[in-house]
């Protein structure tokens, strides 16, 4: 096969790279990889997760905003360096109603339960019984929406934007956005540091080794 | 404070930064002009307004029709079921909700199959797939379809069972009075039977 031809580029599912059957086998990899990284960063225990209401610890804002912070900016290189199409790139719908209500639910079962859907998940995988508590009300959750689905459904799809991005919407680059939101990450990442540092007293920062 | 994080810091803040000095890029895939000829060369991309007579009728689901002329032409006259996407408006986002269809084989059509040919090249090098044109357009669908002409009594039996199925479709388009004289009114049907065998229905 000549291989100076073999111009693959991203994403790999739309352009065909990988044929759509694949696509249960991948998230299936990427699931596991994500529930290990959850556990890992401490997500499975409440302590932590409660923390960023409480101002003691902020690693749940830190570990999301990083995550997010190089995911803009290597697949804005990528899309640079043409290993993918960043117009292929499914971007979620924007409803506004139901995000809104849907982000103050998560946040008060976030602060009451100490877990989000999927570090309820980790939480189960070490045996934490708790976990098995809010998992079985999650499940009663998602039975009473989808029963009460007709009611709702209004309200649920009502402030569709479609599938707009940042920058679509206040008119700029996706490369501002991207540099905006890195300034923004750094600024949080050190406001909520000198927030655990009063409200911890004894901080103990982590060490690299 | 660490000075980890500060390294990491400055590092996002040089990447990030980077990133407002990277010019605009589009990687919008095209199709490879070489399997582009290759494809244009082919007769496959055709089918004709027979077939598509007989999958209107036969209510194929696993086609759509799209008529690429203008909107005054596709109002005042066009295929039953067919979309409208007039050629120039092919490159905006309703190509999108009707064309990316990979399960389904888009024919696009226009009153020859010039413009649909057109139409064919640029929907191809959008990257869609399952495109074929209907050859002949529209004109050629009226000569075949809507006003089938008699082949001659000596044109070979497939001719002859053609124009049955012409008639027929003709009849199913235009609606037009079922009292045309012919020996075959089954309308639709134009399966015919085979001729019986001497042997057969003997004992």
């Given at each position: 096969?000549?291989?100076?031809?073999?111009?693959?580029?991203?994403?790999?599912?739309?352009?065909?790279?990988?044929?759509?059957?694949?696509?249960?086998?991948?998230?299936?990899?990427?699931?596991?990889?994500?529930?290990?990284i959850l556990e890992a960063s401490g997500f499975s225990s409440s302590r932590n997760i409660t923390g960023v209401f409480y101002g003691y610890n902020f690693v749940v804002l830190r570990v999301f905003m990083t995550a997010v912070v190089?995911?803009?900016?290597?697949?804005?290189?990528?899309?640079?360096?043409?290993?993918?199409?960043?117009?292929?790139?499914?971007?979620?719908?924007?409803?506004?109603?139901?995000?809104?209500?849907?982000?103050?639910?998560?946040g008060?079962?976030f602060v009451l339960g100490g877990f989000c859907?999927?570090t309820?998940?980790t939480a189960?995988?070490i045996?934490k019984?708790d976990a098995?508590?809010?998992?079985?009300?999650?499940?009663?959750?998602?039975?009473?929406?989808?029963?009460?689905?007709?009611?709702?459904?209004?309200?649920?799809?009502?402030?569709?934007?479609?599938?707009?991005?940042?920058?679509?919407?206040?008119?700029?680059?996706?490369?501002?956005?991207?540099?905006?939101?890195v300034i923004i990450a750094l600024i949080a990442f050190y406001v909520t540091w000198l927030i655990e540092k009063k409200v911890r007293r004894k901080i103990t920062p982590y060490k690299f080794e | 404070m660490n000075k980890n994080y500060i390294f990491l810091a400055a590092l996002l803040i040089?990447?990030?930064?980077?990133?407002?000095?990277?010019?605009?890029?589009?990687?919008?895939?095209?199709?490879?002009?070489?399997?582009?000829?290759?494809?244009?060369?082919?007769?496959?991309?055709?089918?004709?307004?027979?077939?598509?007579?007989?999958?209107?009728?036969?209510?194929?689901?696993?086609?759509?029709?799209?008529?690429?002329?203008?909107?005054?032409?596709?109002?005042?006259?066009?295929?039953?079921?067919?979309?409208?996407?007039?050629?120039?408006?092919?490159?905006?986002?309703?190509?999108?909700?009707?064309?990316?269809?990979?399960?389904?084989?888009?024919?696009?059509?226009?009153?020859?199959?010039?413009?649909?040919?057109?139409?064919?090249?640029?929907?191809?090098?959008?990257?869609?797939?399952?495109?074929?044109?209907?050859?002949?357009?529209?004109?050629?669908?009226?000569?075949?379809?809507?006003?089938?002409?008699?082949?001659?009594?000596?044109?070979?039996?497939?001719?002859?069972?053609?124009?049955?199925?012409?008639?027929?479709?003709?009849?199913?388009?235009?609606?037009?009075?079922?009292?045309?004289?012919?020996?075959?009114?089954?309308?639709?049907?134009?399966?015919?039977?085979?001729?019986?065998?001497?042997?057969?229905?003997?004992?």
């Open positions: 096969m000549d291989l100076i031809n073999l111009n693959i580029m991203g994403p790999l599912i739309p352009l065909g790279h990988i044929a759509t059957g694949w696509d249960f086998v991948i998230a299936l990899l990427i699931g596991i990889a994500f529930g290990f190089v995911a803009m900016i290597g697949l804005l290189y990528f899309n640079y360096m043409g290993w993918i199409d960043l117009n292929l790139v499914f971007v979620l719908p924007t409803y506004l109603n139901s995000m809104i209500a849907g982000s103050l639910i998560m008060l079962g859907p999927g309820s998940y189960i995988a045996g019984i098995i508590v809010f998992t079985a009300g999650l499940f009663l959750g998602i039975f009473i929406f989808s029963e009460a689905f007709p009611l709702i459904e209004g309200f649920y799809n009502g402030g569709n934007l479609g599938s707009i991005t940042m920058g679509e919407m206040f008119g700029v680059s996706n490369q501002i956005v991207a540099f905006s939101f | 040089i990447l990030a930064g980077g990133l407002l000095f990277l010019p605009e890029k589009n990687n919008q895939v095209q199709e490879n002009p070489e399997n582009l000829m290759w494809d244009i060369a082919q007769p496959t991309r055709y089918v004709t307004t027979d077939q598509v007579a007989k999958m209107i009728i036969e209510k194929d689901p696993l086609f759509q029709l799209v008529d690429v002329r203008q909107n005054y032409d596709y109002e005042y006259f066009s295929l039953p079921g067919a979309y409208n996407v007039p050629i120039d408006s092919l490159l905006t986002e309703i190509s999108d909700i009707i064309l990316d269809t990979d399960d389904i084989n888009t024919i696009l059509y226009s009153d020859d199959d010039i413009k649909a040919d057109q139409a064919w090249v640029i929907a191809k090098r959008m990257g869609y797939n399952n495109i074929y044109v209907m050859k002949g357009g529209l004109n050629c669908w009226i000569r075949t379809i809507i006003q089938p002409e008699a082949p001659p009594e000596t044109a070979p039996i497939t001719d002859l069972e053609l124009y049955e199925f012409r008639k027929g479709a003709s009849l199913f388009f235009t609606g037009a009075a079922i009292s045309v004289d012919t020996d075959n009114k089954q309308g639709l049907k134009i399966t015919r039977k085979k001729k019986e065998t001497v042997a057969e229905g003997g004992c």
